[in-house]
T-cell receptor
Framework: KQEVTQIPAALSVPEGENLVLNCSFT??????LQWFRQDPGKGLTSLLL?????REQTSGRLNASLDKSSGRSTLYIAASQPGDSATYLC???????????FGTGTRLTVIP | NAGVTQTPKFRVLKTGQSMTLLCAQD?????MYWYRQDPGMGLRLIHYSVGEGTTAKGEVPDGYNVSRLKKQNFLLGLESAAPSQTSVYFCASSYSNLGRRTQGTRYGYTFGSGTRLTVV
């Protein structure tokens, strides 16, 4: 069974700092990886979807990378803002099936 | 474009009561899913559907039933609620099965805003 791990579980940074969130997965036979953002008491918002054939995907101040061979993905947030405060989750699909395996997330706090 | 809409947003049930959670999507997605989110355990798949009239079990299906009579709706039922079913429930939909190699798959999952259920 695929296991997805996110470290650290929580992170606090001052506004303006660049930061990296980490995601690792045990089964490297994935077709894609997705990063989500979850605000307290809210649903999940899709941020980036990286196909297995891609190494990077960018959206605004966000950049996600994928290294299948090492079972790792990173989400880079540039020039962090207080509005970036949320929990960030990564998820990978079960190969050939309809299940997404989620990490337990990194709770980010950006301090003004 | 509303995306994925879940109702109700909050509910308190007594042990043994039944209820149905409704999920509606307006994106013409084939695939729909029900997840539960519990502290320290992340999101876990309860049931899913790959199209109108189909349902299948996920990782934690016991105590739940689902129906997909219309493509846009996916219902999650609790026949006899138990305190262990206290959780936040999320519905999601997707254009395709992300677990299969699909050319040009651009779309990920779209989630609803969740239903917070407490069983006392």
């Amino acid at each position: 069974k695929q296991e997805v791990t996110q470290i650290p579980a929580a992170l606090s940074v001052p506004e303006g700092e660049n930061l990296v969130l980490n995601c690792s997965f045990t089964d490297s036979a994935i077709y894609n990886l997705q990063w989500f953002r979850q605000d307290p008491g809210k649903g999940l918002t899709s941020l980036l979807l990286i196909q297995s054939s891609q190494r990077e995907q960018t959206s605004g101040r966000l950049n996600a990378s994928l290294d299948k061979s090492s079972g790792r993905s990173t989400l880079y947030i540039a020039a962090s803002q207080p509005g970036d405060s949320a929990t960030y989750l990564c998820a990978v699909p079960q190969t050939g099936a309809n299940n997404l395996f989620f990490g337990t997330g990194t709770r980010l706090t950006v301090i003004p | 474009n509303a995306g994925v809409t879940q109702t109700p947003k909050f509910r308190v049930l007594k042990t043994g009561q039944s209820m149905t959670l409704l999920c509606a999507q307006d994106m013409n997605h084939e695939y729909m899913y029900w997840y539960r989110q519990d502290p320290g355990m992340g999101l876990r798949l309860i049931h899913y559907s790959v199209g109108e009239g189909t349902t299948a079990k996920g990782e934690v299906p016991d105590g739940y039933n689902v129906s997909r009579l219309k493509k846009q709706n996916f219902l999650l039922g609790l026949e006899s609620a138990a305190p262990s079913q206290t959780s936040v429930y999320f519905c999601a939909s997707s254009y395709s099965n992300l677990g299969r190699r699909t050319q040009g798959t651009r779309y990920g999952y779209t989630f609803g805003s969740g239903t917070r259920l407490t069983v006392v």
